[in-house]
């Protein structure tokens, strides 16, 4: 019976006693200090701040969210990823560098040529080329 309360072999049975009413209050007190740790802990995780360099992808809550912000960095791991040629990469990029600062008139013969590109590619692209056309403005 002493074992079952966790007394020591051979204790007397004041201790049986004693321990019968200190390891409920012990129980107790351990599994009031560990909810307050914890829920602690998942307030200050909450209010962590990390420093990223590169992200690709989501990160965080983004419900209800619509941003769209295209570099060509982001198109060129799209690009890479699809295994389109380098050369093919490089000519969108001057395409999309070239958008950035073209005069209005200039801008419908730029966006036929990556429109070609796109569609020169098409097959191997799949679902990426409508994001690489949301990127170059078509």
């Known amino acids: 019976m002493l074992s079952s309360v966790g007394a020591p072999k051979g204790a007397p049975l004041p201790t049986e ?3 019968n009413h200190v ?3 012990i129980y107790a007190e351990v599994d009031l200090f560990c909810a307050a740790y914890s829920g602690q802990k998942r307030q200050s ?5 990390f420093n990223v360099g590169t992200v690709h992808g989501a990160v965080g809550n983004i419900s209800n969210s619509q941003v769209a912000v295209y570099d060509y960095s ?5 690009l890479i990823d699809h295994n389109i040629p380098k050369q093919d990469r490089r ?8 958008l950035k600062e073209a005069a209005p008139e200039k801008k419908p013969s730029l966006l036929q040529r990556g429109e070609e590109l796109i569609v020169r590619h098409k097959d191997t692209l799949g679902a990426a080329a409508e994001i690489i056309r949301k990127a170059i403005g078509l």
């Open 17 to 19: 006693i004693n321990f």
């Open 91 to 98: 000519e969108l990029e001057d395409i999309m560098d070239e």
């Open 74 to 78: 982001s198109v060129k791991k799209l």
């Open 45 to 49: 995780a909450a209010n962590q701040v």
């Open 23 to 25: 390891l409920p209050k």
